[in-house]
């Protein structure tokens, strides 16, 4: 089976199992949201920084019948952080790992402290990758729901402008299952119009195939940490303890790095069991 479409925004792929190594539970603190079915796939959205060098509009050949009856959406737009805010920001994640302990940089899990021991290494490791702002919750699909899922995906984001997002505040939040704490920065004002008619053309999307929509009040933001358990009061403390100490006064004015942000990627694959 084999989709091609034409935008100059929007990607979509269809991948198979073990592309999605961050929703399988490798680690002992990862609680999956949803139990696991045999052959799952799971659609992947996502706004790069940058253009890929792929024809426009795109998703791998897969037939039909090697696709299982549930498939899984995520959806989310990348962005990377710009090399002029990492020195400042590498200063204010030291001072909270030396206050608060077992951080870990989110996916790819090592612990915070022992990249703070050289500079280089968490401006590369904790601040140079690639990082994701959420467009919707991560829900299953069926098969049969791809071709209208990705046309009507297509149909409303694919008019898109690229854009500049602004990260203003550093903010605590806790996932759905209160498993995990993360430190985040979150979108205040510049991006944050553009990212909420995003999520409401997702939303309706979602809603014409009877799937959860996101959240009612939706806070955009990138994670950098995180620490195991519902520890969000202690850890908010030193967050604004250490915000008023530095510069990073996360005040309608201020910014702490920004990102530009151009088009919409859409993977769809599936994951294993934990």
Request: with cysteine; charged share 20%; proline share 5%.
């Amino acid at each position: 089976m084999f989709y091609s479409f034409c935008s100059s925004n929007i990607f979509f792929l269809i991948t198979k199992k073990g592309s999605f190594d961050y929703l399988q539970s490798g680690q002992p603190s990862r609680v999956r949201s949803f139990p696991h079915v045999e052959g799952n796939y799971a659609l992947h959205i996502y706004i790069p920084d940058t253009f890929f060098e792929w024809p426009q509009f795109f998703i791998n050949n897969i037939e039909l019948n090697e696709l299982p009856f549930f498939l899984f959406t995520l959806l989310i737009i990348s962005v990377f952080i710009q090399s002029i805010s990492k020195k400042e920001m590498g200063q204010f994640l030291k001072r909270v790992s030396s206050v608060v302990p077992n951080l870990h940089v989110v996916d790819i899990d090592v612990p915070l402290d022992t990249l703070c021991k050289e500079e280089h290494k968490l401006e590369q490791v904790a601040l140079g990758r690639e990082f994701h702002i959420s467009l919707g919750r991560t829900v299953p699909i069926r098969v049969h729901q791809i071709d209208s899922i990705v046309t009507m995906l297509c149909q409303k984001l694919q008019f898109q402008k690229r854009y500049w997002i602004d990260f203003n505040k550093w903010e605590v939040f806790i996932n759905d299952d209160r498993t995990r704490t993360f430190l985040s920065l979150e979108v205040v004002t510049g991006g944050l119009p553009e990212i909420t008619k995003q999520i409401q053309a997702v939303n309706e999307v979602y809603k014409l195939h009877n799937l959860p929509e996101f959240y009612k009040d939706p806070r955009p933001h990138i994670s950098l940490a995180w620490a195991l358990g519902h520890v969000s009061g202690s850890f908010k403390k030193v967050v604004e303890q250490e915000t008023k100490s530095s510069g990073f006064r996360g005040s309608l004015q201020s910014r702490i790095c920004t990102s530009k942000v151009g088009g919409i990627e859409c993977k769809i694959g599936h994951h294993g069991p934990s």
